[in-house]
């Protein structure tokens, strides 16, 4: 593993997305709630679930939906497929309380909650904000945490990764372990 945002295809058991498409692929609320855009086109207001919790047990709030849009993808590291496009199409990340954000763009962004799905990449993922700024980007790899139904237990580089199940997530595995 290098960053979490290079890794994301590997460790994507560990996350939550903002929005999820379903095996029909149809898209439904993830750690959001519900989703509107503003009639001038130029932001988005997301409305979070409450009660997630990062595998360390801290809840998981619209701050940390700041920090990973404009900090984890817009630093110059952030290598995921596009980020480059999030840097330059995002504006801003307004909290407006503890479960809801504004994301404002620079134009009109008719498909962004398609955008931050499990789908077209990692962008839509929540990281954990105090402990990426705790533990710092070069040991997040070693010990990644995220808010989803896996939670990292271990990687042999070259072999595997291995996770076990979080029973008290809102889809909890119907397994105990999962290795890839």
């Known amino acids: 593993?290098?960053?979490?945002?290079?890794?994301?295809?590997?460790?994507?058991p560990?996350?939550?997305w903002l929005t999820e498409f379903t095996d029909e692929k149809k898209l439904q609320p993830g750690a959001a709630l519900s989703w509107e855009q503003a009639a001038d086109g130029l932001s988005w207001t997301f409305k979070l679930r409450q009660g997630i919790k990062f595998h360390d047990g801290v809840e998981l709030t619209a701050e940390d939906v700041r920090f990973t849009l404009m900090e984890a993808f817009r630093r110059p590291e952030a290598r995921s497929s596009r980020a480059g496009q999030f840097r330059k199409d995002i504006q801003d990340v307004e909290v407006l309380d503890p479960y809801t954000v504004r994301i404002r763009t620079v134009g009109p962004w008719a498909t962004?909650?398609?955008d931050l799905s499990n789908q077209p990449g990692i962008e839509g993922i929540v990281m954990p904000k105090g402990y990426t700024q705790q533990v710092g980007w070069e040991r997040f790899p070693e010990k990644p945490i995220g808010s989803g139904p896996w939670k990292f237990v271990r990687h042999e580089v070259g072999n595997r990764v291995e996770f076990e199940a979080v029973k008290e997530h809102r889809t909890p595995p119907k397994f105990d372990r999962l290795q890839t």
């Open 14 to 16: 560990v996350w939550d």
């Open 1 to 12: 593993l290098t960053t979490p945002i290079e890794s994301g295809g590997v460790l994507g």
């Open 112 to 114: 962004l909650p398609h």
